[in-house]
């Protein structure tokens, strides 16, 4: 029997009996759905981090005293990082002096939410920074009105501020921020910028920034104490990032009076670094979201076999008469493997369908982003046929075995 005729007798089977086969092709439905949805808000969690990754800028490593995060890490360990000298401006400035030429550096220094205020609208809390260098080529922060604070403002620690979209709206409905008075926590500061719309991540809005400079009273109600969380360094390759990690390193333990035997008391990390640990993240939850619709599937798959050995019994008499009339052994197994696997398929491109709908409607409804993985869709299709074949093998080759004499004896 031609497979296409193989396949048009399966397309029958499921019209005529809708309701059997409805519950054969489930199992296989559900599998593939959650295969789908999972694997596309995986997947667009990923892109999400990688793009928002990209708006920080490439190629960057950050200086601070705080350690990466070690699963292994034991109480001694813990004791030494809290032991750590901070950074301060000094050290800043001799870090200024050792970057290769083209390098971009940044300070900055991030508090809590904090109330503001203006004249024109009542109080509302903003995310504040502190920040000095080349903070703004770094982030790829645009502005859509006004200007930057420059060098000298940042050196004198002017008290002028630059506000993300978010604050400009809510601060100064219908006017132009430009030159208008803010107040967080009680001093004044004067608005001199507006950041491009930034949007949100994971619900969060990022256009509720303000940012003054580090020296300034924003910087001093942030930071107490006056030292630098961390120091951003850009360079323009990956090379040139290397190399000024490595001379940023060599300087650090030079005025730490640090011995060639003992470990950095700082620590120095890439965005690259900082990615590789998500995708990690990312490869255990596909992992584990692959494996448990994976369980649908083989339910599906038994679901199938079921079906199809009652299939058999009650065809066994149209089997007896295929044979009668000449079908081979081989033409009745490849009729039920095909049946089965076109079952399968069916119920996989519906779970695919499914799938994406449930994708769209969990973005839709959530903070959580979804995209769509090509892969996974030509993966769950491989994986519906491979499930009908599998399921199918036992049944056909049943049904290939049958008498043709004692097959036409069944009613």
Known sequence: MPYFEAIRLALMQIRVQKLKSFFTLLGVTIGVMFLIAVVSIVNGMGSYIKDFAG?????????????????????????????????????????????????????????????????????????????????????????????????????????????????????????????????????????????????SFFGQSLDRMAIAPFRSPLGRMINRRGTVGGVTVQAGTPMALQNAQEVVRELMRGRRGLRPAQPDNFSVRTSAAELAEFNKVMAIATLIGSVLPAIGLIVGGIVIMNIMLVAVAERTHEIGIRKALGARRKDILRQFLVESATLSTVGAILGIALGITAAEIIEWRTVMEAAIAPWSLVAATLLGTVVGITAGVYPASRASRLDPIDALRQE
């Open 55 to 199: 708006d920080i800028g490439g190629n960057t490593f950050t200086l601070s005293t705080r350690a990466p995060y070690n699963e292994n890490a034991d109480a001694a360990y813990l004791r030494a990082v809290r032991r750590r000298p901070p950074l301060t401006l000094i050290d800043v400035e001799a870090l200024r002096g050792v970057l290769p030429p083209g390098t971009k550096w940044s300070i900055v220094a991030e508090g809590g939410m904090r109330y503001a205020v203006s004249a024109y609208a009542p109080q509302r809390q903003l995310q504040p920074r502190a920040v000095e260098g080349d903070y703004f080529d770094i982030k790829n922060y645009d502005l859509a009105l006004g200007r930057a604070f420059t060098p000298m403002e940042s050196q004198v620690g002017a008290a002028v501020i630059v506000i993300g979209d978010e604050v400009a709206t809510h601060f100064f409905p219908s006017l132009d921020p430009i030159g208008r008075e803010l107040r967080i926590g009680g001093t004044p500061f004067q608005v001199i910028g507006v950041i491009e719309p930034q949007g």
